[in-house]
Structure formats: structure tokens, C-alpha cells
């Protein structure tokens, strides 16, 4: 069913107030140059017809006509215009650099307003969010531009369209009418365009993907050992026809529309002129007369085509920028107000949680019971695939259960706010950030506040056992670490880390936040050889002691001497107790832990 017509022009119509007003909050000076600059660059053409007629009329009957006011009248439109133009460059300039500022700061904003990570799992939704950018930061200055551009040509044409009113009625009906066809075809073709940027996207941006990768110094190494490149350029090409075959085929129907447009135009001309011509054979125009409508009809149909172009690719900007405008006032709805987060009295727990990422998929969690008490170590083991870092994603409200509940002191998780609850944990990831950051920065966004506090990032450092490593870096704790970027003017890149340093500084940016009631640890010796392992385990004890922690980690080894030792298998609990007890049950705990085991054993040889 079709929305009502008052519908279909409110959209548009608060999409435009949107752009309009957040291109004016953007450089309010420049969008009000832009747009006095376009009307008098709109009133210029029409006076610099009539100073024409005026001198003519003058010259024709000499008498005490305005002869020398019409050419300094001429002389003052042309000076004027062209040191409008130039203003005009500017204040566009202006406009677009302060709009760029703002869009970029809004979306960024918008986009960290999203509490958890479901929507980024949407491909619909990423497509969304790159024309969202595109959009965003174009779509603003061009509205504005775009509605100078009409206020410019409204004036210009209106001018004319009355003096053609005043030198014939039937003129004005004539280009009124061509003008009203043209519009409605080009409104046409701006709604099929931006239907096909729709389409496209996904291909556009899996395309622009490949093409990262030509930069990506991870995936550097894998295309040139495996000889990817040949592979990969074939996709990206590929996916770059497609999107060239839509916008061709696209490009060819405007083409075949505007050419039949433009025909009709010429053939409106031709007739306007005629009129003009047959008029002035009758003796009903004089010189000035004419002069005044041989400008008015080019300047009428100048005028009206350029008016046409400006309300199609504003109608058309306006249909792109509705990408950016859902996404901010959908980020706005997002944050659900939720209450204060209470330090950890009691613990954490889970009841009867089920989780999967989609209705498409299997359950990652099948009714899962678990209890953290305050002050106490619990260890969740388990092969991969089981549900351990979905459970710790569903703990940190990256994403929340479809059945059950998280608690926090006995309390629904859902009934805190994202923030406060966050604030009271601190985590290691299993894929944690290798931060284009100095090393100082890549520990203290752990706590951003604490970001200018060198002794305090000193002794996270220390305890996660990385203090040495940095101090041993080329500028220290001033290290770039990363070989993409350079700080400041100097041209020579950072520092790269290996795997195991980098996860010690990752757990250095949890330990940042000693006080924080919740420590998550997933794998965070995953990295490190043994002889680091055990350096950190034994750093970590000393910092776990009092304090509630979870432990996930494939190396039993490292959650032996955790309080509790969960073992999760394909989404369920299978078994939980202390080590000494699991053990004793020669369950599925004894039995990995055995297989880890043997490794370490010296090989009997056969003989």
C-alpha cells in the first residue's frame, strides 16, 4: 500500500530541515554566504537584460534616456558577478571543510551510541552504514549548495519568466509547461539512481574490501607466500564490473530520457523565438524589446533547466541522505536510560541463558546455569566452538540472551545502564586491539583517564611483565607501535611487536583498571611461551586475590587453582568442581587435561 502523498512529502521534507540545519550548526556564516551570494548571482542575469534594453532604447531614440546609468549599471553587474564567483568558491569551501568536521564527529558518535555488537553482524546494515558516511559528509553542503543552486536559478528564472509574461503571455505558458515534464522525468530518474546505489552497495563494498587489503600489512604476508594476488585482484574486478554494469545500464537509460529533454527544450526555444521574431516583423516590439527577449528566452531556459538539474539532484541527494539520518536517530534510540551499576557485592550469575547470534543459526548456549561469587576465581574450560567467549560477550552485554538473564548482584542485567555496568569490569580479549598507538596510549586507553599518568600505565606495564620491553623500544614508552603510521613530522615507521608482547600489553590495559570488580580474562596466556606463561600466571595470582575473576583458557595448566573449575561441551555445563575433584570423576575435564599431559611426557621409545 503506497503512503498518502502528505506522507511522501513530509520525509523529504524533514530530511531536508535536517541537512539544512545541520550544514548551518556546521559553518552557519558560510551556509549564509552561500546562499546571499546565489540569489544576487540570480538577480545579476535578469538586471544585466534590462541595463541591455535600456542602453538600446537609448541609442535607438537619442533623447535624455538613461544611456551612461545602463552601462555603469552593466559595468557594476559584471564586476559584481565575478567577485561573487570567487566568494562564492569560498564560502562553498567553508562550508564543506566545517560540515566534514561535524558529519564525521556525529556518525562516530552515532555509531558508538549501538550498546552492543549484533547490528555490525548485518551485512544490510553495513552497506547502510558506508552510504551513511558517504552520504553524511556530501549530502549536507551539497543541500545547501543544491538550494543556493535553486534560489539562484528560481531568481533568475522568475526574472525572465515575467519578462516574457510582460512581452507575451503565451511565452510563459509554453516554458511553464516544458519545465513541469522535465522535472517530473528527472525526479523519476533521481529515485531509480539512488534505488540502484542501494543495490550496488554490497558488491561496491565487498570490492572496496579487496582493495584494503593491497595496505593490510597482516594480509601482506599471506598474499604474497600463498600468490593471492592474482585471486584477489579477479574478485575485486569482478565485483566492480557488476557494480559498472548497473550504473551503466542506469547511465544509459538517463541518457536516452535527458537527450529527448533536451531536444524538447530546442524545439521550445525555436518556438519562443519564432513568436519573438513574428512579433517584432508586426511592429509590436521595439529594439530594446527584442534584446530584453531574445535574453529572456535563453536566460528563461538556462534558467529552468539548471532550476530542474538542482531540484533532481537535491530530490536525489535527499533519498542517499535518509541512510544518514536513520542511522543517527536510530543510534539515539539505542540507549535505553537503565540504572547505576552497584559495586559487586554478591556476584554475577547466569540463568537459564540461551543465546545464538541468529534465528539462522544453532544455539552457541543451551540453558546455562552459572554462579561467579564476589571474591571468588572461576575457570570455564572447553573445546572450541563450546560457548566460552559468547558467555563472556553476554557478561560484558556485547550482546544480550534471547531467553534467560544475566545478573549483576541478583539484578537483570538489562535494567543497568551499558556504561556504568562496563565501567565496573576489565577484560582481555581473546582478539584484543593492537592499537596504531605509542605504547604509553595502547596501555592507557585502558582507563583513558589515567592516559597522562605515566607511573600508573609504569606498573600495569610491570605486572604484566612488558615494563622491560617497552623500555627497551627506540623512544620507550613514546614508541609508535605500529609499522602503518609515524608521529609528528618523523617520517620513520613504529616499532611491530610479537604476538605474545602484544597480549602482554593487552593485559596490561585490563590491569590499568585495578579497580574494577570484575576481571575477564580470555586466554591471556594464549601467546606466550612457558616460560612467560608462568611469569604472568604467577603476576596474575598476586592481582586476582580478593578480586571476583573469571578465567577462560584451553591451557588447564593456567585455571588448576581457580576456586571453581566449569567445563562447558557444545553450549551446555557438563561438569564444574575444583581440579582435585574433577579430576577425581574422570570425566571430560580428566580426560583433556590428561591429552594436555602427555604432551609434556618424555616418549618411551619402542623397541
Known amino acids: 500500500m503506497s503512503a498518502a502523498p502528505g506522507t511522501r512529502l513530509r520525509r523529504p521534507l524533514r530530511r531536508l530541515a535536517s541537512a539544512v540545519t545541520l550544514a548551518w550548526t556546521a559553518?552557519?556564516?558560510?551556509?549564509?554566504?552561500?546562499?546571499?551570494?546565489?540569489?544576487?548571482?540570480?538577480?545579476?542575469?535578469v538586471a544585466l537584460a534590462w541595463c541591455t534594453k535600456l542602453l538600446l532604447d537609448d541609442l535607438t531614440v537619442p533623447g535624455e534616456g538613461p544611456a551612461l546609468w545602463a552601462l555603469g549599471g552593466i559595468l557594476l553587474v559584471t564586476c559584481l558577478s565575478a567577485t561573487?564567483?570567487?566568494?562564492?568558491?569560498?564560502?562553498y569551501a567553508e562550508l564543506r571543510r566545517g560540515?566534514?568536521?561535524?558529519?564525521?564527529?556525529?556518525?562516530?558518535?552515532?555509531?558508538?551510541?549501538?550498546p552492543g555488537l549484533a547490528l555490525f553482524e548485518r551485512p544490510a546494515f553495513r552497506d547502510r552504514l558506508e552510504l551513511a558516511g558517504q552520504a553524511g559528509q556530501a549530502a549536507p553542503s551539497q543541500i545547501v549548495q543544491g538550494g543556493a543552486g535553486i534560489a539562484q536559478a528560481t531568481v533568475t528564472a522568475g526574472g525572465f519568466l515575467v519578462s516574457l509574461a510582460v512581452l507575451d503571455p503565451w511565452l510563459l505558458v509554453v516554458f511553464c509547461v516544458a519545465a513541469c515534464c522535465t522535472l517530473?522525468?528527472?525526479?523519476r530518474l533521481g529515485r531509480q539512481r539512488a534505488g540502484m546505489l542501494w543495490k550496488m552497495s554490497p558488491a561496491r563494498r565487498h570490492a572496496l574490501n579487496y582493495s584494503m587489503l593491497q595496505t593490510d600489512l597482516q594480509a601482506a604476508k599471506e598474499i604474497r607466500l600463498f600468490g593471492l594476488a592474482d585471486f584477489l585482484h579477479g574478485r575485486m574486478t569482478g565485483l566492480l564490473r557488476i557494480v559498472g554494469q548497473g550504473e551503466r545500464a542506469h547511465d544509459r537509460k538517463e541518457f536516452r530520457v535527458q537527450a529527448a529533454l533536451a531536444l524538447g527544450g530546442v524545439l521550445v526555444v525555436a518556438a519562443s523565438?519564432?513568436?519573438?521574431?513574428?512579433?517584432?516583423?508586426?511592429?509590436?516590439?521595439?529594439?530594446?524589446?527584442?534584446?530584453?527577449a531574445l535574453a529572456a528566452v535563453a536566460g528563461a531556459q538556462s534558467g529552468l533547466s539548471t532550476l530542474v538539474r538542482q531540484i533532481?539532484?537535491?530530490?536525489?541527494?535527499?533519498?542517499?541522505?535518509?541512510?544518514?539520518?536513520?542511522?543517527?536517530?536510530?543510534?539515539r534510540r539505542q540507549l535505553a536510560p537503565g540504572g547505576e551499576a552497584p559495586p559487586l557485592s554478591s556476584g554475577v550469575g547466569l540463568r537459564d541463558v540461551w543465546f545464538r547470534y541468529d534465528d539462522e543459526h544453532p544455539w552457541v548456549l543451551k540453558g546455562v546455569d552459572l554462579d561467579i561469587p564476589s571474591g571468588s576465581t572461576i575457570a570455564l574450560v572447553g573445546l572450541n566452538g563450546a560457548g566460552k567467549t559468547s558467555l563472556v560477550k553476554l557478561l560484558c552485554r556485547l550482546y544480550d540472551p534471547q531467553q534467560g538473564s544475566v545478573l549483576w548482584n541478583g539484578q537483570d542485567a538489562r535494567e543497568l545502564s551499558h556504561a556504568s555496568l562496563r565501567e565496573r569490569m576489565s577484560v582481555v580479549f581473546q582478539d584484543y586491539m593492537a592499537w596504531d598507538l605509542t605504547a604509553q596510549e595502547n596501555i592507557g586507553v585502558g582507563r583513558v583517564e589515567n592516559?597522562?599518568?605515566?607511573?600508573?600505565?609504569?606498573?600495569?606495564?610491570?605486572?604484566?611483565?612488558?615494563?622491560?620491553?617497552?623500555?627497551?623500544?627506540?623512544?620507550?614508552?613514546q614508541t609508535m607501535l605500529s609499522r602503518m603510521f609515524s608521529i609528528g613530522d618523523d617520517e620513520a615507521a613504529g616499532v611491530s611487536l610479537s604476538g605474545g608482547q602484544w597480549q602482554?600489553?593487552?593485559?596490561?590495559?585490563?590491569?590499568?583498571?585495578d579497580d574494577s570488580d570484575l576481571l575477564i580474562l580470555d586466554e591471556p596466556s594464549s601467546g606466550l611461551d612457558a616460560e612467560a606463561e608462568y611469569q604472568l600466571q604467577r603476576g596474575l595470582r598476586e592481582i586476582r586475590r580478593g578480586r571476583t575473576t573469571l578465567i577462560i583458557s584451553h591451557r588447564l595448566s593456567t585455571v588448576r587453582f581457580a576456586d571453581e573449575i566449569v567445563v562447558l561441551r557444545e553450549g551446555r555445563i557438563l561438569e564444574r568442581g575444583s581440579h582435585t575433584e574433577l579430576m577425581r570423576r574422570e570425566g571430560g575435564y580428566a580426560e583433556l587435561f590428561r591429552l594436555q599431559a602427555e604432551g609434556y611426557q618424555p616418549e618411551v621409545a619402542s623397541r
Open 27 to 45: 559553518h552557519p556564516v558560510a551556509g549564509a554566504g552561500v546562499v546571499g551570494i546565489a540569489v544576487a548571482m540570480g538577480i545579476a542575469p
Open 84 to 91: 561573487a564567483q570567487s566568494a562564492g568558491r569560498y564560502m
Open 99 to 114: 560540515v566534514e568536521i561535524k558529519v564525521h564527529s556525529e556518525l562516530f558518535t552515532a555509531v558508538n551510541r549501538f
Open 184 to 187: 517530473s522525468a528527472e525526479l
Open 273 to 292: 523565438l519564432t513568436l519573438v521574431v513574428l512579433s517584432a516583423l508586426d511592429g509590436r516590439l521595439g529594439v530594446g524589446d527584442v534584446a530584453v
Open 312 to 331: 533532481a539532484d537535491l530530490s536525489h541527494v535527499l533519498l542517499v541522505f535518509d541512510h544518514y539520518h536513520d542511522i543517527v536517530n536510530e543510534s
Open 451 to 477: 592516559l597522562d599518568l605515566p607511573h600508573l600505565i609504569r606498573r600495569a606495564a610491570e605486572r604484566a611483565g612488558v615494563h622491560e620491553t617497552i623500555e627497551g623500544l627506540p623512544d620507550g614508552y
Open 504 to 513: 602482554r600489553v593487552a593485559v596490561a590495559r585490563a590491569l590499568l583498571r
